[in-house]
């Protein structure tokens, strides 16, 4: 039997009637770990014959996962994490600091150098209104920080995040380096690979053609929202008090142009409206180990061209109880389907996935 439960908040599972910051208070990893402890006891009671439980997850519900075994040991014999985050940090300069280790070093000359004309084009007016052409953006491209922070955070993120999902068989890294290369002008090819994304908000004329790039649409969800519910709002909730996991950039940190850490921070109050909100991070890693985390049968996989995993855990801890398999691939791929482009790393780990469940079950 395979059952997936809904997290409080992200969904119709919700133990109050809207999310303004009042009732936000009962979002929580630990209150999740609690509902899903609370699921197993009364679910099981249900069964005649309940058997024993192995939980999963991925990225944070693979940290959940991780967690939860290490928690509630009576109610699951054992959890597989893939990707799971357990080091809470506000700092996460290796998030696009990755990105120069996963893509290839032409890709990347060619990335740093679109990021220096890139600044080097910010400082003017005139660079200002090249910017605003060749990125197609709704709105000028302003000389105020403010404004131009979510211009870069858009495109940065686009691009910077490529390594996150380098998995196999379609290799997205590979594309994007591939569309990076396709011509020296290289902030013109930046722009083709916005272009290319699903999720970017643009505004349509009346003919359904494009008519430009909306890279301030952002500010819907970072703009206070009483009782918007969404999964922005719960995630950036737990950001703001539990994990941190902003994703700033510095010169010598990544080839990415520069972000700073206090404007992601100070978003946390103006979105809940708590005077000084920062998140707790000390507070989260005292409780659940950080990178070492005590529990036993916990297996962690982990793709090395994937940022998350210098937040999570890659090797077994001392004890055996913390088990880690690594591969050569990206965020979540062992909960893939299995393709002839799977590296020999990938393919052993699945291998190692599927014996540790078969010993768990053995071991009953």
């Known amino acids: 039997?395979?059952?997936?439960?809904?997290?409080?908040?992200?969904?119709?599972?919700?133990?109050?009637?809207?999310?303004?910051?009042?009732?936000?208070?009962?979002?929580?990893?630990?209150?999740?770990?609690?509902?899903?402890?609370?699921?197993l006891v009364t679910f099981n009671a249900t069964l005649s014959n309940p058997g024993p439980w192995i939980v999963w997850g991925c990225s944070y519900s693979g940290a959940l996962s991780a967690w939860f075994r290490a928690k509630y040991p009576n109610l699951v014999i054992g959890s597989i994490a893939p990707s799971g985050p357990t080091?809470?940090?506000?700092?996460?300069?290796?998030?696009?600091?990755?990105?120069?280790?996963?893509?290839?070093?032409?890709?990347?000359?060619a990335v740093q150098q679109a990021s220096n004309q890139l600044t080097s084009l910010l400082q003017s007016a005139q660079g200002r209104a090249k910017l605003q052409t060749i990125f197609n953006t709704c709105d000028p491209v302003s000389d105020k920080p403010e404004d131009n922070y979510y211009f870069l955070y858009s495109i940065i993120e686009t691009l910077g995040s490529a390594d996150q999902?380098?998995?196999?068989?379609q290799w997205p890294l590979n594309q994007t380096c591939a569309t990076m290369l396709s011509g020296t002008n290289?902030?013109?090819?930046?722009?083709?690979i916005m272009n290319q994304q699903q999720g970017?908000?643009?505004?349509?004329?009346?003919?359904?053609?494009?008519?430009?790039?909306?890279?301030?649409?952002?500010?819907?969800?970072?703009?206070?929202?009483?009782?918007?519910?969404?999964?922005?709002?719960?995630?950036?909730?737990?950001k703001c008090t539990e994990f941190g996991f902003f994703k700033p950039t510095y010169p010598g940190t990544s080839v990415f142009p520069t972000l700073g850490l206090e404007h992601r921070?100070?978003?946390?109050?103006?979105?809940?409206?708590?005077?000084?909100?920062?998140p707790n991070i000390e507070s989260t890693?005292?409780?659940?180990?950080?990178?070492?985390?005590?529990?036993?049968?916990?297996?962690?996989?982990?793709?090395?061209?994937?940022?998350?995993h210098n937040l999570s855990i890659n090797e077994d801890l001392p004890g055996g109880g913390v088990q880690a398999s690594t591969y050569f691939a990206a965020h979540c791929a062992p909960m893939t389907a299995s393709s002839s482009q799977d590296p020999v790393s990938l393919q052993a780990t699945r291998t190692k996935v599927k014996n540790f469940i078969a010993k768990l079950l053995n071991r009953e």
């Open 265 to 278: 921070i100070a978003w946390c109050e103006r979105i809940f409206g708590v005077k000084g909100m920062t």
């Open 186 to 192: 290289y902030l013109a090819n930046w722009a083709a």
């Open 200 to 238: 970017l908000a643009r505004r349509y004329n009346k003919d359904g053609s494009v008519a430009c790039n909306d890279y301030n649409e952002m500010r819907t969800w970072i703009n206070p929202m009483k009782n918007a519910s969404n999964a922005n709002r719960s995630w950036y909730f737990q």
């Open 165 to 169: 999902f380098q998995n196999p068989p």
């Open 1 to 39: 039997m395979y059952i997936s439960l809904e997290h409080r908040f992200y969904g119709v599972s919700n133990p109050a009637p809207d999310y303004s910051t009042n009732n936000l208070r009962f979002l929580s990893s630990r209150q999740a770990l609690a509902d899903a402890a609370n699921f």
């Open 87 to 109: 080091y809470a940090v506000n700092n996460f300069t290796s998030y696009f600091g990755q990105f120069q280790k996963s893509a290839a070093p032409n890709c990347v000359a």
């Open 285 to 308: 890693n005292s409780y659940y180990g950080g990178y070492d985390l005590k529990g036993t049968e916990i297996l962690f996989t982990n793709g090395l061209y994937d940022p998350w």
